[in-house]
């Protein structure tokens, strides 16, 4: 079953003509996704792949059931192209897009809580529920997105596109698969923390188990950390957290926009001992997520 998407699941493309959207369009199709349009202003009447092309979304709604978005726009209209979507009454955003401002980034997501919305991202690759739907650009060519993406009972959370790639690979070939694997984003202000959407695979009765992806800087590890220790959640959660060389190097970005540690408490050495000390079991290699997910699973009578 998964979260987020399912079988029915109908999205369009906000800047669909784009290099990026024309390439992850063809492997979204490829991969059976349902697109039911595509919205760049100025070029509608073409087709990109068999699907056509309209100037505003509002002329896709009126036609036909539209459950979802993904925007990858230019970042100085990726505000305008969410709010545009949001107004029209398209209840899940996916924003692929990157470098969009803080406040641009807070003005969108309280714009969708306003209207009932969830956004993931910004600077996010999407969401994939295995043989189910491919929502953005998560995984690659489609073929190689079926191989990486297994259906399984392990819901994945990462800040990092390939690292979810990586790590839903690992949980495949070591038997276990994925339920859904949502790419959050990098950005500092994001839609969907790892908190905000357990509830969701906390209902999923395919999922048994959840992984995270952890990178330096930010509040989002203590608050799933809080959420589990409150919230006595059936599933056990397995946690990998990249960047441990910045305990040493405050102040020091790496990748992502918000992988900057400004205080103790983000820091990789903080967010694993706030995590293991709420009963999150953190992987010292990626490589051991596998064996750690069977573990809990099995001590969760699983």
């Avoid at 923390?193 to 509040?219: C, H, N, Q, R, W």
């Avoid at 589990?228 to 599933?235: F, G, P, Q, T, V």
């Avoid at 983000?266 to 064996?291: L, W």
Wanted: net charge negative; charged share 20%; proline share 5%.
């Amino acid at each position: 079953m998964g979260i987020l998407v399912n079988e029915d699941f109908t999205f369009i493309v906000q800047g669909i003509t784009g290099r990026e959207a024309l390439n992850f369009t063809r492997e979204c199709l490829n991969y059976g996704s349902k697109i039911v349009g595509g919205v760049t202003p100025g070029r509608g009447g073409r087709e990109v792949y068999g699907v056509k092309v309209y100037d505003t979304v509002r002329e896709i709604v009126e036609q036909t059931r539209v459950d979802g978005s993904v925007i990858t726009v230019p970042y100085q209209f990726a505000p305008d192209a969410a709010f545009e979507a949001i107004e029209a009454g398209i209840k899940e955003i996916v924003i692929i897009t990157e470098g969009i401002q803080r406040k641009s980034a807070c003005e969108i997501i309280e714009f969708a809580d306003k209207h009932g919305a969830r956004v993931i991202g910004p600077n996010c690759l999407g969401v994939i529920t295995p043989g189910v739907c491919r929502f953005g650009s998560l995984g690659g060519p489609a073929e190689d997105c079926k191989k990486a993406f297994g259906p399984g009972c392990v819901g994945v959370m990462s800040r990092s596109g390939g690292m979810t790639t990586e790590i839903c690979n690992a949980l495949t070939t070591g038997g276990l698969g994925v339920s859904t694997a949502v790419s959050i984003g990098g950005d500092p202000v994001v839609g969907s923390s790892y908190s905000e959407l357990m509830p969701l695979f906390e209902a999923d009765p395919e999922t048994k188990a959840v992984v995270i992806y952890s990178e330096p800087g930010g509040p989002m590890e203590a608050q799933l950390a809080a959420w589990a220790k409150e919230n006595n959640s059936r599933l056990p959660i397995v946690a990998f957290v990249s960047g441990r060389f910045m305990d040493d190097m405050p102040g020091v970005s790496f990748g992502h926009a918000g992988t900057v540690v400004h205080r103790k408490v983000d820091s990789p050495a903080e967010k694993i001992r706030a995590m293991r000390a709420s009963g999150i079991a953190v992987a010292d290699d990626v490589g051991d997520i596998p064996k750690l997910v069977r573990e809990a699973i099995e001590a969760k009578g699983g």
